[in-house]
């Protein structure tokens, strides 16, 4: 991960912890300067390690939202 | 992505299409004969190739769930 740049806006919330300590964690951040964006994504502790993630617009995580409210969790 | 199988199980739905064809899917997948867990990615057209996705659990998708809805989006 070497080069690449984060700054974390805001932590929105943690979806779950893991035995080793790193969380599922949805943020809002800015990649390389970008403009923030939400993220979902693993942590580790403090944040210093990162893991596999995805980002998303404001319209992608309203349509989430909506497909989720519609489904039987 | 030499050597990973898939088989998606079930077609959640789509968060958003890009100018490319390729969408921003949540789907239920099973990865490499694994247990089928809930899997938000990018996709091309007819789930040729794959981009960067995340897979989640039905506790994590409920409490995403519950931070969406406590969101103004």
Redesign the interface.
């Known amino acids: 991960m070497a080069g690449i740049k984060f700054e974390i806006h805001e932590e929105?919330?943690?979806?779950?912890d893991s035995s080793k300590g790193w969380t599922?964690e949805?943020n809002i951040i800015s990649w390389n300067g970008n403009t923030p964006k939400f993220d979902?994504?693993?942590w580790s502790p403090n944040h210093e390690k990162m893991g596999?993630?995805?980002t998303?617009?404001?319209?992608?995580?309203?349509?989430?939202?909506n497909?989720?409210?519609e489904?039987n969790?």
Do not use: H, P, Q
Not at 12 to 16: A, K, N, P
């Open positions: 929105i919330g943690i979806l779950s599922k949805l979902l994504r693993d596999k993630g995805i998303l617009t404001n319209e992608e995580l309203k349509a989430l939202k497909l989720l409210n489904m969790l």
